[in-house]
């Protein structure tokens, strides 16, 4: 009997890694109104290249319950136990669905052992957490320290993005038209983050270059305070962009970043342009 890790594709963690630590991975989907995908198998560039010429941001889906019931009930009947981390359920249903799903198997089987944990974020600030649980388990740790491991990274992790424009965010409702507009004349970036399970703002500066420096420089504030590992740098379709700010984080810092794309479910929010810094502090304790 062993601990396997369940997750859904918004963590957007590096494929390889998932094969590596046996990470399950339950897509949501994205629906335009002539196609529909599942996170996992649509080519980002075809994503975001269809709403730049269609003019159209798209929908996303949570997973199924029976999807993800499955995917536990499986588990089960190879002995295992579960532990699930999604996305945060102020962003989507899927954590109430896996909690349904958890109890729906628990009846049919009250020696099933499934733990479901709300991470409160997504991308890699989730991820993070991810890779800390499935290492946990892979070390044979149990369940309940596996899942302290989670936990215990949730509690480290930041999160900082940048968005390239205020149109998707007014699209998708997350900001006013007057707002979106003042910003777009003023030149205005938001550096936003994820305060209580939500996308709040943190502050908002003059111009992206402006922008990604005070990334930067949120960043060094902890790295000088408390150090600082695991850092990623995010984009969404701006490759060229985010390794050079990787580059410019191990120039000035001497840490090195991976640098992973962001999918459509958290993409279509933001749009393309949007770069990001997530890293953990050290644990001190």
């Known amino acids: 009997m062993g601990v396997k890790i369940v997750t859904d ?4 963690i590096d494929v390889d890694v998932q094969r590596e630590l046996d990470i399950a991975v339950i897509p949501l989907s994205v629906s335009f109104p002539d196609e529909t995908f599942l996170e996992t ?3 980002y560039d075809y994503f975001y290249n269809k709403i730049e010429k269609e003019g159209i941001i798209p929908t996303s889906s949570q997973p199924a319950q029976g999807k993800i019931h499955k995917v536990f009930a499986d588990i089960v009947e190879q002995e295992n136990e579960v532990l699930a981390i999604f996305l945060s359920s102020d962003m989507s249903g899927t954590y109430d669905s896996a909690l349904a799903a958890r109890e729906l198997i628990m009846r049919e089987n009250p ?9 409160r974020t997504n991308c890699m600030a989730m991820g993070l957490s991810v890779l800390a649980a499935a290492r946990a388990a892979r070390e044979g740790k149990s369940l309940a320290e596996s899942a302290e491991a989670a936990r215990r990274t ?4 930041k999160f900082y993005f940048v968005p390239a424009g205020l149109e998707y965010l007014k699209k998708g409702g997350r900001i006013g038209g007057a707002a979106a507009l003042l910003g777009s004349i003023l030149n205005l970036k938001p550096i936003l983050y994820v305060k209580n399970g939500k996308t709040a703002m943190l502050e908002k500066v003059r111009g992206t270059r402006a922008a990604i420096e005070r990334l930067t420089k949120l960043l060094e504030e902890d ?7 695991n850092v990623i740098v995010h984009h969404i379709s ?11 984080i191990k120039q000035r810092y001497g840490l ?5 794309s962001i999918g459509p479910v958290i993409g279509l929010h933001v749009g ?14």
């Open 41 to 43: 198998q649509v080519d």
């Open 9 to 12: 594709s918004t963590s957007y």
């Open 238 to 248: 701006c490759p060229d962009k985010a390794a050079q700010l990787a580059q410019t």
């Open 223 to 229: 790295n000088r305070l408390y150090g600082v590992n």
């Open 256 to 260: 090195e970043a991976e640098v992973l």
């Open 272 to 285: 393309p342009g949007t770069l990001s810094v997530i890293y953990c502090t050290e644990d001190k304790s």
């Open 154 to 157: 949730m509690k480290q992790v």
């Open 111 to 119: 020696a099933a052992r499934i733990e479901v944990i709300d991470s």
